[in-house]
């Protein structure tokens, strides 16, 4: 299945452009979100959206379309595109590399293509602010998930100094490979578990993120009993649709300092947006919070 390029550029009218690549993507904010800044700046750009199917086939044409096209400057990745995208580009940052996987592509001046990971940036700025009481080397920290953005959320809590990182997948061995990547080297370890116990992982964790897509609306739901969570834990959710999940709900019911994802989006967009339209990192304000959460419901 052949991209739309073709309604991508219409919209674009000739201003340099970026935009979101997924599959699906039609739930994305961040058209809203470098919107807002566009607008907020004056900047005569544009940020779209594009569905492109999963395989390599129609990302690599996508790759080659942002390469070809004069006024294209890059674009955003979501899933499943994050790690499968690495071999198709001309460099990759060595952060991105070290993550393994990409969220950002920047066309750069003599116009290869470079890959960058801004979510690990997001993830752990946007945990900072909703949380600043989180102090990393308390206590473990649980991971669902181990996808492309789990392996940034996962080299982020390594480098903030989590005594332990305790990793489940719905595919262990997925979940080995990543341990594998992010285990460091100062005696600190990565416990791998299997994910029908992933309520007894819970036991003494300071924090809980959730990576997977379960909980997503169209997905679904994320099976979880919070009964053995301390109450002081902090759960960060990086689903945004809908912006309150049903793991947020229960954590806030009971106590815990909640998180969701449309701050580490927020975040993550303001590296890609400088590099893409040429102009100091942007700002993540309420304001903006309000715009990109729509319908979502804003808090």
């Known amino acids: ?57 129609a990302l690599r044409a996508t790759i080659d379309f942002i390469r070809r096209t004069p006024h294209a400057r890059g674009c955003n990745l979501t899933l499943p595109h994050k790690i499968d995208v690495l071999d198709m580009l001309d460099h990759v940052e060595p952060k991105a590399a070290h993550i393994g996987a990409v969220n950002t592509v920047v066309k750069r001046a003599d116009g290869t293509l470079e890959g960058r990971n801004t979510d690990a940036f ?27 953005a789990s392996h940034a959320v996962c080299h982020a809590l390594v480098d903030a100094g989590v005594p332990e990182l305790r990793l489940l997948n719905r595919t262990r061995q997925t979940a080995i490979d990543l341990g594998a990547q992010v285990t460091p080297k100062d005696g600190r370890t990565v416990v791998i578990d299997s994910w029908d116990r ?29 009964a053995a969570l301390p109450n002081a834990s902090v759960v960060d959710d990086i689903v945004y649709v809908p912006l309150e999940t049903a793991l947020l709900a229960a954590a806030r019911e009971r106590g815990n300092a909640t998180i969701d994802g449309l701050d580490m989006l927020l975040h993550q967009a303001r590296p890609g947006f400088a590099a893409w339209f040429g102009v100091a990192m ?11 959460a729509g319908d979502l419901g804003a808090r």
């Open 282 to 292: 942007p700002e993540v304000t309420p304001a903006l919070r309000r715009a990109a």
């Open 198 to 226: 992933r309520n007894a992982a819970l036991g003494g964790a300071g924090l809980l993120v959730n990576t997977t897509s379960l909980g997503q609306k169209g997905s679904p739901p994320l099976e979880l009993d919070l």
């Open 122 to 148: 997001g993830f752990i700025t946007a945990l900072r602010a909703g949380a600043p009481g989180w102090k990393p080397e308390a206590a473990p920290a649980v991971v669902l998930g181990a996808g492309g």
């Open 1 to 57: 299945m052949t991209p739309d390029f073709d309604t991508l550029l219409a919209a674009a009218q000739d201003r340099p452009f970026a935009f979101i690549v997924g599959w699906p993507v039609e739930h994305s904010r961040s058209p809203l979100i470098h919107g807002y800044w566009l607008q907020e700046r004056g900047i005569a750009g544009h940020y779209g959206r594009l569905a492109v199917a999963p395989g390599g086939e």
